[in-house]
């Protein structure tokens, strides 16, 4: 027979608060990693230091610290986290050969998800993947789609959207423009549903009164045609966060204002309402969720306007 254990464990949920403030250095960027609001985490930071009864944060203007306490708890809690993560994934994955269909945002598919996809074929080689990329929006039935990824509002009728990042837009162009000082078109994704377009052509007019624009512009019909365009510095493109935060790490582009602007919309991950995603597309949403935590992770805060942090 087994010996009964009564484990004395804290929260999850404020563990899970206090590992994402320390490995990021803020409050907002955990907040946005575990989709919950600020005072959220900061309720789960407080109810694990009272359940504790030990200091762990230092609350400093615009960042979270550690105490000498906190940065222990942190480098063993991080060892068992990695653990329990890595016990998951295989036991996921475990038996699973299936086919995934997913249609995807071109744009998205090209700049973001691509670059990334190595690493889930890795970890999952006996899924096989099969990549749609479509700007409208997926029939699940007549298409055999398992799953989606979308750009929107997340409010689309007869399917259950699941948030999975937001996203902030500015005015991006090829340094040489910013140094030249040459009048150049505005880029724009002549692709996007018309409100959406309308709506992003307005934020980026609002924040450039001083670059002198030509006051003509150049359609795209894919985002990705659209930013090949102003790594060529043939103009202004509206940036995305997160179709062009390499660009910017790497210097290919640059931004124009700081910080930028939240947008109303966002990256869902889509399911067909009243069917259970299979063990695959459970799989891949996973992988999604913990790619794009490490996404907004690495966003810099000039860019999200990342303010007090206490």
């Not at 009564?6 to 404020?14: E, I, K, Q």
């Not at 359609?219 to 102003?230: I, K, N, Q, T, W």
């Not at 597309?281 to 969720?289: C, E």
């Given at each position: ?22 490995r990021l250095g803020s409050v907002s960027k955990a907040s946005q990693e575990l989709s ?275």
């Amino acid at each position: 027979m087994l010996e009964s254990r009564n484990r004395h464990l804290p929260p999850l949920n404020s563990i899970r608060a206090f590992e994402a403030c320390a490995r990021l250095g803020s409050v907002s960027k955990a907040s946005q990693e575990l989709s919950v609001s600020p005072s959220a985490v900061s309720q789960q930071l407080k109810l694990l230091e009272d359940w504790l009864s030990v200091s762990l944060v230092l609350r400093q203007p615009n960042r979270i610290g550690l105490t000498e306490a906190g940065k222990r708890y942190l480098l063993e809690l991080t060892d068992l986290l990695d653990q329990l993560d890595a016990a998951t994934d295989r036991l996921m994955g475990d038996g699973i050969e299936n086919r995934l269909r997913i249609s995807v945002v071109s744009s998205f598919a090209s700049e973001w998800l691509m670059p990334r996809l190595r690493s889930f074929r890795s970890a999952y080689p006996k899924v096989q993947l099969e990549l749609l990329t479509s700007d409208h929006f997926a029939e699940f039935a007549r298409d055999r789609i398992d799953m989606a990824i979308r750009y929107g509002g997340g409010d689309w009728p007869g399917v259950t959207a699941e948030r999975l990042m937001p996203e902030w837009l500015g005015p991006v162009c090829h340094p040489e423009v910013v140094t030249a000082g040459v009048p150049v078109p505005m880029l724009v994704d002549s692709g996007s549903p018309t409100g959406m377009r309308v709506s992003e052509e307005k934020t980026i007019l609002e924040q450039l009164d001083d670059l002198p624009l030509s006051g003509d512009s150049i359609g795209f019909s894919d985002a990705h045609l659209m930013f090949a365009a102003a790594r060529q510095g043939e103009g202004v493109s509206l940036g995305r966060s997160a179709l062009v935060a390499e660009d910017l790490a790497a210097g290919r582009l640059v931004p124009l204002v700081k910080p930028w602007k939240q947008s109303p919309y966002a990256y869902y991950l889509v399911f067909p309402e009243r069917r259970e995603p299979g063990p695959a597309a459970r799989l891949f949403r996973r992988w999604m969720q913990k790619q794009a935590a490490v996404s907004l992770a690495g966003l810099p805060e000039w860019m999200t306007g990342t303010g007090q942090d206490n």
